[in-house]
Every structure is written in structure tokens, then in C-alpha cells.
């Protein structure tokens, strides 16, 4: 039934892999209809590219490595930025259409802690949406590409040898669950802030194609190390609205209720400091009761046509940005840890890759950099079929993961339960943790493991949640997205956190670094 390449995810990831394998056959296998699924569609910022004037790699790679806090691996940052430029026009090929000035040169513009001005973007607010639009028509047009959409993968097949041999999956129009075996399997399934209750993704990026890497023993790394964003619109809606960081590049400033601005008191670069920075701030003034607001009132008429988003989220809620203020506060928004991979994006395991947010390229090390993200899936994308293009493809005979050992159908989580959880990571895991807070949330973790009506997607969601809170637990010291506020303090020497459930369930830290 399907290809031996397998590709679980259909985002700009995993379709721009799936094109760039041609002419070789893959199947990209995606829980919803294709275009609905992930957090791609819903990318603001835009992609960033030393495209525009006065700028080079060499500039992007120094931001780069300087956001990540000591743990962006260097050979990973260069591959990134260098191929840069190429990416932006290659995606063009394809249909993308980014923003372009009256002359015809790409419109770039900032972002925090960019030296240069070098975000490119697509109908303003909309890079993310208009990737997918143009990637969907290659794809759907591509004759070696199988595309199966509406089968839920609840978990990787592995061999005798423990390689991964292709994947289990409910395909839910016939009600029914399969072995889908295949030589290589591509891990494309996005990020995980469902598992907050304040979050920028899609409800259902709750971490699933990280729990099965670490079931199937790949080595997990940096898990602890989330990224939340400063500036979710405080609407009460569930996905929060981002108001995108461009917003500030553009202008905007932060404030309190008073309309008076507080970066200044957090980080000499104000509202364009390191992201991390911003979202403890904003937290801050938040829990100090003096309140956090954006005032993007200096962005003037035009605004409804260069963050059409962002206004539409706005007007959902009887607020115009160009005459109030909006509030905000943080939300998880990216996970930098990962699938641990090389630079051709293979895991730890034979057979097993991973692409996009669920990987650990070493691109972002503790602190992405904005908008390094949709780069890096197309980047890495591309190496990962480089590499498995021409190669030999192994016959792997599954021996693993049962049909049975699932519930009759993958109902996702029970809403409640998935809410106890939410709440527990929000209040123990997030922007400042200690010692208690991520013992209180891996109590509810624990909880929730013995809860009757645990189904696949709560016990996948429970893997993720308590890879990162083991995760932020080991790691003693603030880097980056981590913030402990039991151990403010930066150590000397980068390390990564590497968990791997198969050799032990102990933790072990590994240098990395020389
Ligand atoms: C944003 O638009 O602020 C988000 C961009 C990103 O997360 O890279």
C-alpha cells in the first residue's frame, strides 16, 4: 500500500522533503485534510534569509549562534544560513510568492535580535499559509508523491534490530488500523505548545512524533527547552493569536497599562531584545499586576494590509489596533529540543529521520532565532532527500508495536484530562520553573498516566510533557528558553540534555561541547 519512504506530516517539512525526493516514490501520510494540519499555515513571521542589502550569512550565522546561548551547533548554523538565499528563490520556483518592493527586490523586514533586516514575508502576516498554498499545488501535482490524508500514525514498527520499520496508523475513514511498513520513515510532526493552556499552535500539536521517537529509543534531546512568545493576543481565545514579533520590528513597543513602555528596564535592545527575554519580562509585569500591552498604534492606516492576521484576530474581538492597545502575554510557541539528528537529518535510529519542529537539527540550541524555523524545514528537508534519494533502501521486517496494543479507534484525549495536563505544564513548566513547580507538574503527569480513559493521544501527549519536565529538572542553571528561577545562574560550560528511554530511564547529561 505504500511507498518505502514514509513521511508522517504534510507541513512545509514534509511536503518540501516529499518534493525534493523526486522522482523517487514516497507516501506522506497526515491526520487531517492536507492544508489543515500543523502550525505551518499558521507562520506569521516569515522566513528568514540574508537576502537584503548589507547583509550575508556570515551576519546571520553570528545571530544565530549568539541567540541559541552557547548551544547552537556551529556546522548546523552555517548549512542554515548559507543556503539562505537559494531557499527563498528555490520556494519561488515553486510558486511562493513573497513580498516584493515597486522596484521587484524581496521586502525584508526585522526581527528580534536580527542585526539586519532580513524577515521575508508573504502577504504580510501570511509566509506560512502562502507556503503551504504553493507547496500543496507542487505536491498534489507531483506524480511520485502518494498523499493519504485523514490516517492518525499512533506509533513507529521496529524490527529485531530496532530499527524503525515504518509506522502503526488508524485510517479513520475506514475505521480501521494498519502496519504501514516502510524502509525509511520521515518524522515532519510539528511541535508540542498544545500542551500548554496558553499557546500559539494548533490544538492538536501535542508532541506525538516526539513520543514516538523516544518509544522507540531515539535519542531525545533538549527537551526542556521551549520558546514561548511575548506577544500572544490575551483575547481568551484558545489557540491564542500571535501578534507577531514584525509588529515590533515595525515599531510597536511594549507597555503597561499606563501606556508606559518597560523593555528599556529588561535589556539595552528594548522591545527587540532576545525573545526569551521579553517573554519573562512581559510575564513579569503581568504577575507584578501593572499589565502588558502592545502599542502597535504607530503602524498607522496601513495596518490592516501588512498583518492582515493580526487585525482580523483584533477585529474578532471589537479591538482596533490602530486606536487601542492590545493585551499580551506569553504563550508556547516552538520547541527547540528534539529528535536528535545530524546535519542529513538521520536520528539515532537506523530507518528513523526527523525534519521541521520535532527534530534537533542543532540549529536553535537553547533560543531560536525568529523566523530561523521555516528555513530550517526547508533546509534540512532538502539534505534528507539528498540523502535518501539515491540510496539503497533496506527491507526491514516489523516486529514491533502490535495492533493491539491500542484502543479500538485513536480517540484524541479527553478534553478534560487534556485540560488537567495544560494546566499543569502552564503552572509548572513554562516561562519560570523551579525544582517544585516541575515536581508538581510531573505529579500530574503521573496522575494522568493511571487515569481509565488514558487513549492513545493523552498517552502520547504525557511522553512529551514529561520529556520536557525531566528535562528542565536536570538542567540546573537558565540558558536560553529554560529560566529556573531556583538556579538563575548560566553555567560556564554548554551542555545538552540527551534522554534515551530505551538504555535507561535514568537522564544523562552529555557534553557536547569541547
Ligand atoms: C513571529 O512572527 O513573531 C513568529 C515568528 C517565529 O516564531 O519565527
Known amino acids: 500500500m505504500t511507498s518505502p519512504i514514509l513521511i508522517v ?3 512545509v517539512a514534509g511536503l518540501y522533503t516529499a518534493l525534493k525526493l523526486a522522482p523517487r516514490p514516497v507516501t506522506v501520510v497526515t491526520a487531517r485534510p492536507l492544508g489543515e494540519d500543523g502550525s505551518s499555515p499558521w507562520a506569521q513571521g516569515g522566513m528568514a534569509a540574508a537576502v537584503g542589502e548589507n547583509d550575508s550569512p556570515h551576519l546571520h550565522f553570528a545571530d544565530t549562534m549568539e541567540a541559541g546561548a552557547g548551544l547552537v551547533d556551529p556546522d548546523a548554523a552555517r548549512m542554515l544560513v548559507d543556503a539562505g538565499p537559494e531557499t527563498v528563490a528555490d520556494l519561488e520556483r515553486y510558486g511562493v510568492k513573497f513580498d516584493r518592493d515597486a522596484a521587484g ?3 525584508v523586514g526585522r526581527e528580534a535580535a536580527h542585526c539586519r533586516d532580513r524577515i521575508v514575508h508573504a502577504t504580510g502576516d501570511r509566509a506560512g499559509a502562502e507556503i503551504m498554498r504553493a507547496l500543496i499545488v507542487a505536491a498534489r501535482q507531483s506524480a511520485h508523491i502518494e498523499i493519504l490524508e485523514r490516517v492518525v500514525v499512533e506509533d513507529l514498527l521496529t524490527d ?7 509506522v502503526l496508523a488508524f485510517i479513520v475513514e475506514e475505521g480501521r488500523r494498519v502496519s504501514m ?9 510539528g511541535g508540542l505548545g498544545g500542551l500548554y493552556a496558553v499557546t500559539t499552535n494548533p490544538k492538536p500539536a501535542q508532541g506525538h512524533g516526539l513520543a514516538f521517537a523516544a518509544r522507540a529509543g531515539a535519542i531525545i534531546r533538549d ?3 521551549v520558546q514561548f512568545h511575548p506577544t500572544a493576543l490575551d483575547f481568551g481565545e484558545d489557540p491564542a493569536p500571535l501578534a507577531t514579533e514584525a509588529l515590533r520590528g515595525e515599531g510597536a513597543t511594549l507597555v503597561n497599562a499606563d501606556g508606559k513602555p518597560f523593555m528599556q528596564r529588561y535589556h539595552r535592545d528594548r522591545d527587540l531584545a532576545p525573545r526569551d527575554v521579553v517573554a519573562r519580562a512581559v510575564e513579569e509585569e503581568r504577575k507584578a499586576g501593572r499589565g502588558a500591552f502592545l502599542d502597535a498604534r504607530g503602524i498607522g492606516p496601513d495596518f490592516p494590509e501588512m498583518f492582515p492576521t493580526v487585525f482580523a484576530a483584533c477585529a474578532r474581538h471589537q479591538v482596533d489596533p490602530r486606536e487601542g492597545l492590545l493585551p499580551v502575554a506569553p504563550a508556547a510557541h516552538y520547541h527547540m ?7 542529513q537529518g538521520r536520528s539515532s535510529l537506523d530507518g528513523l529521520s526527523a525534519v521541521g519542529e520535532v527534530a534537533s537539527t542543532g540549529v536553535h540550541g537553547a533560543n531560536r532565532l525568529a523566523s530561523n524555523s521555516l528555513l530550517e524545514a526547508v533546509v534540512f528537508g532538502a539534505a534528507i532527500a539528498e540523502r535518501l534519494k539515491s540510496a539503497p533502501l533496506v527491507i526491514r521486517n516489523d516486529a514491533g508495536a502490535p495492533e493491539d496494543r491500542f484502543d479500538l479507534a485513536p480517540k484524541p484525549a479527553d478534553p478534560a484530562l487534556m485540560a488537567r495536563l495544560r494546566k499543569a505544564m502552564s503552572d509548572g513548566a513554562a516561562v519560570v520553573r523551579t525544582e517544585e513547580s516541575l515536581n508538581a507538574a510531573l505529579d500530574a503527569i503521573n496522575d494522568l498516566n493511571q487515569h481509565p480513559l488514558k487513549t492513545s493521544g493523552l498517552k502520547s501527549a504525557l511522553a512529551s510533557a514529561e520529556l520536557i519536565v525531566q528535562g528542565a529538572l536536570m538542567r540546573e542553571e537558565s540558558r536560553g528558553g529554560h529560566y529556573r528561577a531556583d538556579f538563575p545562574e548560566t553555567a560556564e560550560e554548554p551542555m545538552h540534555t540527551e534522554i534515551c528511554l530505551a538504555e535507561t530511564a535514568e537522564l544523562e547529561w552529555e557534553e557536547e561541547l569541547s
Open 9 to 11: 506530516g504534510a507541513g
Open 105 to 107: 527586490k524581496l521586502k
Open 160 to 166: 529485531d534490530n530496532g530499527a524503525v520499520a515504518g
Open 181 to 189: 511498513e516502510a524502509s525509511e520513515t520521515i518524522l515532519a510532526t
Open 223 to 225: 527537551p526542556e527547552f
Open 337 to 343: 529540543g528534539g529528535v536528535l539528528t545530524d546535519m
